[in-house]
C-alpha cells in the first residue's frame, strides 16, 4: 500500500520560500508520474507540477520560472522547491503518484498525501 506524508508547509511573506516534501512507503519513487497539485477554498484541484509519463517535467504556468519539482531516489522523497512565492500561491498542498508511473504512457495519479497548508502573506 502506498503511503505519502508530506512536509514543510508553512506561511512566509511574499518573494519567500518553502520546500515542500513527500515521503513515500510502499513505494519506490521514479521520475515518472510523480506530481504535486494545490488546492485553494471555492476551487477545484488544479496541478502544480509533474514529472510525466516520459519522465519531462511540466509546470503550471502560474508556477513556471518560480517552482522546481525534484526527486531524491536515495531518500524515496519527492521535492517541490518553491521561490519568489505569492499571496496566491496560498492553499493546501498535495503530492500524487501513479504507482503504475513507469510503465503506462498516461500517468493516473491514485496515490495522494494528506496535503498540507502553505500560506503567503502580503
Known amino acids: 500500500q502506498v503511503q505519502l506524508v508530506e512536509s514543510g508547509g508553512g506561511s512566509v511573506q511574499t518573494g519567500g520560500s518553502l520546500r515542500l516534501s513527500c515521503a513515500a512507503s510502499?513505494?519506490?519513487?521514479?521520475?515518472?508520474?510523480t506530481g504535486w497539485f494545490r488546492q485553494t477554498p471555492g476551487k477545484e484541484r488544479e496541478e502544480v507540477a509533474r514529472?510525466?509519463?516520459?519522465?519531462?517535467?511540466s509546470y503550471a504556468d502560474s508556477v513556471k520560472g518560480r517552482f522546481i519539482i525534484s526527486t531524491d531516489t536515495a531518500k524515496n522523497t519527492l521535492f517541490l522547491e518553491m521561490n519568489s512565492l505569492k499571496p496566491e500561491d496560498t492553499g493546501m498542498y498535495y503530492c500524487?503518484?501513479?504507482?503504475?508511473?513507469?510503465?503506462?504512457?498516461?500517468?493516473?495519479?491514485?496515490?495522494w498525501g494528506q496535503g498540507l497548508q502553505v500560506t503567503v502573506a502580503s
Open positions: 510502499g513505494y519506490a519513487y521514479t521520475k515518472y508520474c
Open positions: 514529472f510525466d509519463s516520459d519522465g519531462t517535467t
Open positions: 500524487s503518484v501513479d504507482p503504475d508511473g513507469d510503465s503506462v504512457l498516461v500517468c493516473d495519479f491514485t496515490s
